[in-house]
């Protein structure tokens, strides 16, 4: 019999409805005074869907949350308002990051503000089903669900707006909102992270997985070059939501779409159901002085073992910053070189391995 390939989409909804009754809950919900008062939040991605659940849930707890997203962030605090949040408790910043300028500008922006998160939680992500290319000439699946997220993080903790000075007990957490969908991925591009994409829509899971994937492992690189004589710096966490009914899935074609509506009407999580993981990690007392700490709803696992091995990890951070410093100073190729890739640009990178 034909086995079904994990990246097909009929798989991974099948996959997600399982879930759904099989990852039983191993963690107790948060106890009501595990509060973020006095905290600054930042949420990518959060006008909608998960996001915009966490940005709300996260201003209950008292943080004040900066709810960036590229569209109209501002109709989104609005609606945070009228579910009860206090308006100061939320302020919304327009970002596209899938321009690594605007990303950038948001790195400044915060610094020369003044400002020093204390929960960064990295959630935006798209499922294109047509390849798309950003102003910097990359694909744009690969710079929102991946790139944005090393680029930003990278920038925040070199010019401070992401502290890592706070003494233990303190110290600011990472939260990356990854996928289960990272372990079936068919792994990272071999010859270029940024290489054009097939951008069918039959291939775009598997697209999604391996961006996944390279979040993952980069989250486990960045929760090691963050540690400082074992005790972290900064606290790095990830998780899978589980199925969600979202509007990640608005550009699949109708016949996929229609039925997929249906199925997550019916069986897949409110986000305001979903985010309890994502709000576990920002706000548990049991994870202070912790860090690579995966959930899958609200159970504890490993990251598949590519996203935790070294090797692999140094690699890609390495090709990451490459990618950049290619954008940044472009260099013409050979010609005939398969990659845009420029040398590493570890000198400029105030987050040593
Ligand atoms: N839904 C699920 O079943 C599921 C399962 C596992 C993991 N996840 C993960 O959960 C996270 C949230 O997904 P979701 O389901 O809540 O999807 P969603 O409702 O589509 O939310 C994604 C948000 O990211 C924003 N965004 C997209 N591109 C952007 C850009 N260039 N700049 C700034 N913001 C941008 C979107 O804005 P626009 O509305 O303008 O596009 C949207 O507000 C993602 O990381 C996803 O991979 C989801």
Not at 186 to 194: C, E, K, S, T, Y
Not at 234 to 238: D, F
Not at 312 to 315: D, E, F, N
Not at 320 to 325: M, P, Q, R, Y
């Given at each position: 019999?034909p086995?079904?390939?994990?990246n097909?989409p009929?798989?991974?909804?099948l996959?997600g409805?399982?879930?759904?009754?099989r990852?039983?809950?191993?963690i107790?919900?948060?106890?009501?005074?595990?509060?973020?008062?006095?905290?600054l939040?930042?949420v990518?991605?959060?006008a909608?869907?998960?996001?915009?659940a966490?940005?709300v849930?996260l201003?209950?707890r008292?943080a004040?949350?900066?709810l960036?997203?590229r569209?109209?962030?501002?109709r989104?605090?609005?609606?945070?308002v009228?579910?009860?949040?206090?308006?100061?408790?939320i302020?919304?910043m327009?970002?596209?990051?899938s321009?690594?300028?605007?990303?950038?500008?948001?790195?400044?922006?915060?610094a020369?503000q003044?400002?020093?998160?204390?929960?960064?939680?990295?959630?935006?992500?798209i499922?294109?089903?047509?390849?798309?290319?950003?102003?910097?000439?990359?694909?744009?699946?690969?710079?929102?669900n991946?790139l944005?997220?090393?680029a930003?993080?990278?920038?925040?903790?070199?010019?401070?707006?992401?502290?890592?000075d706070?003494?233990?007990g303190?110290?600011?957490r990472?939260?990356?909102v990854?996928?289960?969908a990272h372990?079936w991925?068919?792994?990272?591009?071999?010859?270029?992270?940024?290489?054009p994409?097939?951008?069918s829509?039959?291939?775009?899971l598997?697209?999604?997985g391996t961006?996944?994937?390279m979040?993952?492992?980069f989250?486990?690189?960045?929760a090691?070059?963050?540690?400082?004589?074992?005790?972290?710096r900064?606290?790095?966490?990830?998780l899978?939501?589980?199925?969600?009914?979202?509007?990640?899935?608005?550009?699949?074609?109708a016949?996929?779409?229609?039925?997929?509506?249906?199925?997550?009407?019916?069986?897949?999580?409110?986000?305001?159901?979903?985010?309890e993981?994502?709000?576990?990690?920002?706000c548990?007392?049991?994870?202070?002085g912790?860090?690579?700490?995966?959930?899958?709803?609200?159970?504890?696992?490993q990251v598949?073992p590519?996203?935790?091995?070294?090797g692999?990890?140094?690699?890609l951070w390495?090709r990451?910053?490459?990618?950049?410093?290619a954008?940044?100073?472009?260099v013409?190729?050979?010609?005939?070189?398969?990659?845009?890739?420029?040398?590493?640009?570890?000198?400029?990178?105030?987050?040593r391995?």
């Open positions: 019999m086995r079904l390939d994990a097909h009929v798989a991974a909804v996959t409805l399982l879930d759904r009754f990852v039983e809950r191993e107790p919900p948060l106890a009501p005074d595990e509060r973020l008062d006095g905290k939040a930042l990518t991605g959060g909608s869907g998960l996001g915009f966490t940005s849930d201003a209950r008292g004040r949350v900066l960036a997203d569209r109209e962030p501002e989104a605090r609005d609606r945070a009228a579910l009860g949040v206090p308006p100061d408790r302020e919304p327009q970002v596209d990051l321009d690594l300028d605007d990303v950038d500008r948001l790195a400044a922006d915060l020369r003044g400002a020093r998160i204390d929960r960064l939680v990295l959630n935006a992500a499922v294109p089903t047509v390849a798309r290319t950003t102003p910097q000439g990359l694909d744009e699946m690969f710079v929102v991946y944005s997220s090393f930003l993080v990278t920038r925040l903790l070199e010019n401070g707006a992401l502290p890592r706070r003494r233990p303190d110290v600011p990472v939260v990356v990854s996928s289960e372990r991925s068919q792994g990272v591009p071999p010859v270029r992270l940024d290489a994409r097939d951008g829509p039959r291939r775009v598997a697209w999604y961006y996944k994937l979040l993952t492992t989250a486990w690189e960045l090691r070059r963050t540690q400082v004589d074992g005790s972290p900064v606290s790095v966490l990830a899978c939501p589980g199925a969600m009914r979202t509007g990640i899935a608005r550009e699949l074609p016949p996929l779409r229609v039925p997929l509506d249906g199925l997550m009407r019916l069986f897949f999580q409110d986000p305001f159901v979903a985010d993981p994502v709000l576990h990690l920002a548990s007392r049991a994870l202070e912790r860090t690579a700490v995966y959930l899958h709803r609200m159970a504890v696992k598949d590519r996203a935790a091995d070294e692999a990890a140094r690699a390495e990451s910053e490459a990618v950049l410093a954008w940044q100073e472009p013409s190729p050979p010609a005939g070189s398969p990659s845009r890739e420029a040398p590493s640009s570890a000198g400029r990178s105030a987050v391995g």
